[in-house]
């Protein structure tokens, strides 16, 4: 019934308790997951889970703390790999300007060559956004990213602005942020757009929802973050997590 459409599987943390880790979220009804690469090591685990996990997809990219030493061998593997029926999504890829580990720069020439990719191979983005947001919905327009669309990964921006990303293709990812109870903008954003462009999404191990904040995040909390948000918008958990999975269907062609 639930789908998390943004979990890192594989992080060093669940190696070991990969079987419990997915076995405890599928009691608790999710059903699906979406494994996110970050950088090469972890876009590679994210597509062997993937192979060997018939519940679980890959998405493979390169975040923007993570381009540096990357070289034109990775964007020809990356091309090559997210053509696997298993890999859904580029991604994560974007800007990130709250950690200085890279240029603007940088980051800039290699969220330009995800776009490239996936566009080539018709399969939509994973957008990873920290203090950038004008920046990043510029860069989606300019690329006409549109073309296969994608999904704010986390969306921290207003609700002024998610519109304007939907209007561009994407859809717009909540996750354990909106349970917080000092979070007014994430909850403004999924009370005041159409539920047709929302995605649920742990993030885990990061970013866990109330009352677990501060602690490891895993998938089995989708529940909670998808409660918060039908509690948002005054409707049933049951069918707005149903038009979740619709909605990751629809994008992702699951």
Same mark, same amino acid.
């Given at each position: ?128 956004? =920290?203090?950038?947001? /004008?920046?990043? #919905?510029?860069?989606? $327009?300019?690329? &006409? +990213? @549109? ?85 948002? =918008?005054?409707?049933? /958990?049951?069918? #707005?997590?149903?038009? $979740?999975?619709? &909605? +990751? @269907? ?5």
């Amino acid at each position: 019934m639930y789908i998390d459409t943004h979990v890192h599987l594989n992080d060093e943390r669940f190696k070991d308790r990969l079987e419990e880790i997915i076995s405890e979220a599928e009691e608790a009804g999710v059903s699906r997951f979406i494994c996110v690469g970050y950088n090469l090591q972890t876009s590679q685990e994210a597509l062997k889970i993937a192979s060997e996990k018939p519940q679980v997809y890959a998405s493979l990219g390169f975040h923007p703390t993570e381009i540096k030493g990357l070289q034109e061998k990775d964007y020809l593997w990356l091309e090559e790999m997210a053509q696997n029926e298993k890999v859904l999504a580029i991604g994560e890829c974007g800007f990130d300007f709250h950690w200085e580990t890279t240029t603007k720069e940088e980051q800039y020439e290699a969220f330009v060559r995800q776009i490239a990719i996936a566009k080539k191979i018709k399969k939509p983005l994973i957008i990873h956004c =920290r203090d950038a947001m /004008q920046l990043t #919905l510029e860069v989606l $327009i300019s690329q &006409n +990213a @549109r073309e296969v669309g994608g999904v704010m990964h986390s969306y921290s921006g207003s609700k002024e602005m998610a519109p304007l990303f939907i209007k561009e293709n994407f859809m717009i990812g909540i996750g354990g942020p909106v349970t917080f109870l000092n979070a007014k903008a994430p909850k403004e954003v999924v009370a005041s757009i159409d539920e047709n462009y929302l995605l649920s999404e742990t993030d885990a191990p990061y970013l866990a929802p109330h009352p677990y904040r501060g602690k490891e995040n895993r998938p089995v909390y989708i529940p909670l973050i998808v409660a918060k948000m039908a509690e948002l =918008r005054g409707t049933d /958990q049951t069918i #707005l997590a149903k038009t $979740i999975m619709n &909605n +990751a @269907r629809k994008l992702f062609k699951i």
